[in-house]
């Protein structure tokens, strides 16, 4: 009955630890007004912030609403109001960088993308991809809004814009727009921007962020939040295992087996 107990206990505390997390790669630094996620094909419901994010989940924000979602390798996205945003891909692991992988789709609406850790070990692990092409980003703080056209503004390192009629590229300090999915990106002047994408662009770039490349790491497969869950839930299933043991009587006579959690602090 004891032993029953136990792991019936084990398995509750690692489901408290688990459930408000979960094995995500992300999480809603900010949320202001209206913000919603789908996972799959759940439901879409409000977000808080805090709540983590995890691959496979549509965002949509509503009129006047803004959220930033910043992931473990530091790669940060603040979404402006009146936009749909997905997350299709996201891999991360801080020891194997060649399985770096980050897949994004802006829908509509208008978002600002600043790289972290992954843009800055491997360029070619991260992309956007808008209807009217993909954006390759290379260590880069820029923001998109489309309008159809879509635009875009560089704010820092390049980004590489590609559809059906070729690739350019354009360095900070650059607005460009691209028409169609066959239409070439073209650079245009800040002051041909249409009035609301210059008032999204200026509302978005006003938002503190960190530098794009810094890639201060929040959490990663082996490490952080999510490494944190796996060294708990492995300590709490240690310990109803030894308690267990003990119980069925399985233990030498005349030992005393001892547990030792260690608890790791991120810094």
Avoid at 79 to 98: G, T
Avoid at 142 to 150: E, G, Q, R, S, T
Avoid at 223 to 238: D, L, Y
Wanted: glycine share 10%; hydrophobic share 50%; aromatic share 4%.
């Amino acid at each position: 009955m004891r032993r029953s107990l136990l792991v019936a206990l084990c398995f509750g505390l690692w489901s408290l630890i688990a459930a408000p997390f979960g094995f995500a790669n992300g999480v809603y630094q900010s949320v202001t007004g209206d913000v919603k996620a789908a996972a799959g094909t759940a439901a879409a419901a409000s977000v808080a912030k805090d709540q983590r994010v995890v691959p496979g989940t549509t965002i949509t924000t509503g009129p006047g609403a803004q959220t930033v979602i910043r992931f473990d390798d530091g790669h940060t996205v603040v979404l402006n109001e009146n936009s749909e945003f997905r997350v299709n891909q996201y891999i991360f692991d801080k020891d194997k960088p060649q399985s770096d992988s980050i897949a994004m789709q802006i829908v509509k609406g208008a978002m600002r993308s600043v790289s972290g850790l992954i843009a800055s070990r491997n360029r070619t692990a991260i992309a956007l991809l808008a209807p009217q092409a993909t954006i390759g980003i290379r260590g880069t703080d820029f923001m998109i809004a489309l309008v159809n056209p879509a635009y875009l503004s560089v704010l820092q390192g390049t980004i590489g814009v590609t559809n059906a009629a070729g690739s350019v590229a354009f360095a900070a300090g650059a607005t460009a727009t691209v028409a169609s999915a066959t239409t070439l990106a073209v650079a245009i002047s800040a002051a041909a921007l249409p009035a609301a994408v210059a008032a999204s662009f200026s509302n978005m770039a006003s938002v503190a962020v960190g530098a794009a490349g810094a890639g201060a790491a929040s959490g990663a497969a082996t490490g952080g939040i999510t490494g944190g869950m796996v060294a708990a839930g492995a300590a709490i299933v240690g310990v109803a295992a030894a308690a267990a043991s003990s119980d069925d009587g399985t233990s030498t006579p005349g030992t005393t087996t001892t547990t030792t959690t260690t608890t790791t602090t991120k810094k």
